[in-house]
């Protein structure tokens, strides 16, 4: 078997760049994509849910409600991601009363601050629709939870496709914060590697270029949904 | 479960924790100053750069928009420095370019879009009234550009001050880093975590509102 070995001497600081300690130790970078795949799909699945609940919550619901649900959505998007990372991880054992392991910490941080997020777009999703919509799905005997399962969040997710789809791509980036708690993701990942043979340069360029080609298709995937989806 | 709470210890701690909040301000304040310097260029560079000069702002704008900040930082803070051949640099510098960066891809992008919003009427307007290329650019393109992009910028204003948390990773002594700090020598991780999460909500809060009203305001006009 040929082993491919690129050397070359970047001239600045006479440093000779290696990658192939990198590449033979591509097994751990290779677990640590399958850890954030995990914190990023499940993170992903809390905050839509979580998202589509608090928008029509906040829409239909009393005003009591709404009022309770906009201080969430406050500390949402006011405090960063790494501060609800950190407190998740220690305040969760505690709420709940037994151990959590650092990914299930780290999956209902970000899905607690991402959900945030998420339920302005669809909120926005849902009062950009014209109001037709709703007399016409009253006007033919729908109740709410009818008129908002089948005319108004199917509209309002296909409109709020592109933001959707940044907005994914920032959580996914954001999944590389849990590896501060300690989930052996990516970031991690690539850390340990850096600790185990230096290399740091190498190192870091191909897990942030792993990082790229994680998060490019999600763009790709968003930007084909809305173009198939879409109704003008 | 029961938590033996001790705020007594964490509350004394407070004054210490806020004194981090001078370079949380600092670090966002340059940043905001570099990344829309290098955004602007970037999106002249994009819009009417040859086209090796909008292939390769291009890929820096993709690359930054679509790593995670985490990466970026610790990329500048310890890969640069290996291949210049310099030592490390000071962990503020290395945050500053690494924000700077990282708010420039996507600056350049608002900045871009905030141009080419504005309607090609207005440029054959100012051709027409015998105004040369830079001219219609100075006098009517970039002050309509401006009202479009205050709003996104304000946007990212705030995602730029709750991103400085990230700069405590390479041990910038800002609001985060202060808050780890304390608590791993007192040990009150929750009480500590609690209190650094309330100072940035009551740091960000008004500037999230303030972000709305100049949305709400631009879009009246």
Do not use: C
């Amino acid at each position: 078997m040929i082993v491919m070995k690129q050397f070359w001497v970047l001239a600045a600081g006479g440093y000779n760049v290696d990658f192939s300690g990198v590449f033979d130790l591509a097994p751990f970078l290779v677990s640590g994509i399958k850890i954030t795949l995990l914190v990023a799909a499940g993170s992903f699945t809390l905050a839509v849910a979580l998202g589509l609940f608090v928008a029509v919550a906040r829409v239909a619901g009393p005003r009591l409600i709404d009022q309770f649900l906009t201080i969430y959505v406050d500390i949402g998007r006011s405090v960063p991601d790494i501060v609800i990372i950190f407190l998740t991880f220690f305040l969760l054992p505690v709420a709940i009363g037994t151990d959590v392991d650092p990914v299930q910490a780290g999956i209902v941080a970000l899905g607690f601050g991402s959900g945030a997020a998420f339920s302005e777009l669809f909120r926005g999703g849902i009062y950009s629709l014209d109001r037709g919509q709703w007399l016409a799905g009253r006007a033919i005997g729908m109740s709410t939870p009818q008129l908002y399962r089948r005319v108004i969040l199917p509209q309002a997710i296909v409109r709020m496709l592109p933001p959707l789809g940044s907005q994914t791509i920032s959580l996914m980036k954001a999944t590389a914060l849990v590896s501060l708690i300690g989930v052996a993701d990516l970031m991690w990942q690539g850390e340990a590697v850096t600790m185990w043979m230096s290399r740091r340069f190498e190192t870091y360029t191909v897990v942030a270029v792993l990082y790229f080609l994680l998060t490019t298709p999600i763009a790709v995937l968003f930007n084909i949904m809305h173009s198939k989806l879409r109704v003008e | 479960m029961g938590y033996n709470w001790q705020w007594d210890i964490a509350l004394e701690w407070i004054p210490w924790i806020l004194v981090g909040i001078g370079n949380t301000i600092l670090l966002a304040i340059t940043s905001m100053v570099t990344g829309l310097a290098l955004g602007v260029i970037v999106a002249m560079a994009r819009i009417s750069g040859p086209a090796w000069l909008r292939r390769l702002t291009m890929v820096y704008t993709e690359f930054f928009r679509n790593t995670p900040l985490l990466i970026q930082l610790v990329w500048v803070f310890y890969a640069i420095p290996i291949i210049t051949g310099n030592i490390t640099p000071a962990a503020f510098l290395a945050a500053w370019v690494a924000l700077s960066l990282n708010l420039g891809a996507f600056l350049g992008e608002v900045v871009r879009a905030g141009v080419t919003a504005v309607g090609k009427g207005q440029w054959d307007a100012g051709r027409a009234l015998g105004m040369s290329q830079s001219q219609v650019y100075r006098r009517i393109v970039l002050p309509i550009a401006t009202i479009y992009v205050i709003p996104p910028i304000a946007t990212y204003w705030v995602s730029l001050f709750r991103d400085t948390s990230l700069a405590s990773v390479i041990s910038v002594s800002e609001l985060f880093f202060r808050a780890r700090w304390a608590a791993t020598i007192t040990f009150q991780f929750l009480e500590l975590y609690i209190i650094v999460g309330v100072i940035y909500f009551l740091a960000t809060y008004p500037q999230a509102r303030a972000a709305d009203f100049i949305h709400r305001r631009v879009r009246l006009n």
